[in-house]
């Protein structure tokens, strides 16, 4: 059974980082994982994905170069690392996973993740 589950999530300044973790178990870490948050009243959206255990990554234009996407395989964790954060970063960050490789331009695309987990909350203040 895949279990995700995140963690990192707060309040913060705009301008502020935090790092989200999503600790993995049961995934058998081949395909892909990624990144979605949902905004109050919007729709989820994909926002960091990375191919496992390729590396290769895809950000929505709204966090690039802003917000980083990274693994560690060893400790069965992905993190998200985010930087000069703004007041419309504030939503619920979700981790997810597929156990398939998608194609590169359909790795924002929620309908490709089968496991997704709880949530972590983001607050930032302006």
């Known amino acids: 059974q895949v279990q995700l589950v995140e963690s990192g999530g707060g309040s913060v300044q705009a301008a502020g980082s935090l790092r989200l973790s999503c600790e993995f178990t049961?995934?058998?870490?081949?395909?892909?994982m990624a990144w979605f948050r949902q905004a109050p009243g919007n729709e989820r959206e994909g926002i960091a994905a990375?191919?496992?255990?390729?590396?290769?990554?895809r950000y929505a234009d709204s966090v690039k170069g802003r917000f980083t996407i990274s693994q560690d395989s060893a400790k069965n964790r992905l993190f998200l690392e985010m930087k000069t954060l703004k007041a419309e970063d504030t939503g619920m960050y979700y981790c997810?996973?597929?156990?398939?490789?998608?194609?590169?331009?359909?790795?924002?695309?929620?309908?490709?993740?089968?496991?997704w987990g709880q949530g972590t909350q983001v607050t930032v203040a302006s």
């Open positions: 049961g995934y058998t870490y081949k395909g892909c």
């Open positions: 990375i191919y496992v255990p390729g590396g290769a990554t």
């Open positions: 997810a996973a597929s156990p398939s490789g998608v194609a590169w331009w359909s790795l924002l695309e929620q309908s490709n993740y089968n496991y």
